[in-house]
């Protein structure tokens, strides 16, 4: 029986409220990981709500949110707007945390990869754009408003977005160095437009880095980019714990 103050009785379902320390999310992740094993969870089935999750393990929604975004990326969940969180594989908690600590590891050179190549298109495609191309932004920038408008994330806008600046540069060589990391852009992706605020103060990025290409202004568009880069380079795996 739990004594009183035990942490464990005031953590109903098993799991239990943790210790705040650095990287707080990844004791999330590995409670999160032992409670789906423990109940028999399995690829399809839904986690429950973050709210109710928080409560049960003693801390805030930003610290949860981190941890299921840092599941999101290595494969073990799918956060879907309107429809919760989905799990799509029962892994080692080994495995996964390994697989953080990794990417952890390679954000800060993928982050200076976007700002050599993304800020070099960006300026080639304000000198070298067509009608196209702009018709190309103006459509991401709507698909990416739209879902933002929606309450969603506006993953698949911001990439649209960023293929499109990519295009319009008509830079094949720079073009193929994107495409090498994409992957572990989105990976980026995700983090930085899952927290609180960021899809739209990304689309007014995007909106910023747009108007330089079509007004022609290589400096601007450069300078634009930066800013954008700098902004959506605040991921929570590069980032210690606040609660």
Do not use: C, K, N
């Amino acid at each position: 029986m739990s004594a009183p103050g035990d942490p464990a009785a005031a953590a109903p379902g098993g799991l239990q409220p943790l210790r705040r320390s650095p990287r707080l999310y990844e004791q999330v992740v590995q409670q999160l990981i032992s409670w789906a094993h423990a109940s028999g969870l399995g690829p399809g089935d839904r986690l429950p709500a973050e709210r109710e999750l928080a409560a049960r393990l003693g801390v805030s929604r930003a610290t949860l949110a981190q941890a299921l975004v840092a599941l999101e990326v290595t494969g073990v969940v799918s956060v879907r707007h309107g429809d919760g969180t989905v799990l799509l594989a029962a892994p080692r908690t080994e495995a996964v945390l390994a697989a953080l600590r990794a990417r952890r590891d390679d954000l800060g050179d993928v982050i200076e990869a976007r700002q050599a190549l993304e800020v070099r298109l960006a300026a080639l495609a304000a000198r070298r754009r067509s009608d196209a191309d702009l018709a190309a932004i103006d459509a991401a920038l709507d698909a990416m408003a739209e879902d933002v408008r929606g309450g969603g994330r506006a993953v698949s806008g911001d990439e649209r977005f960023h293929a499109a600046v990519t295009a319009a540069a008509h830079s094949p060589l720079l073009g193929r160095l994107m495409a090498e990391i994409a992957d572990v852009v989105r990976e980026s992706r995700i983090q930085s437009l899952s927290q609180e605020g960021r899809p739209s103060r990304s689309l007014a990025g995007h909106r910023a880095i747009a108007e330089a290409i079509r007004a022609g202004d290589a400096p601007a568009a450069a300078a634009a980019m930066t800013a954008h880069i700098d902004l959506v380079s605040d991921v929570p795996l590069l980032a210690d714990d606040g609660d």
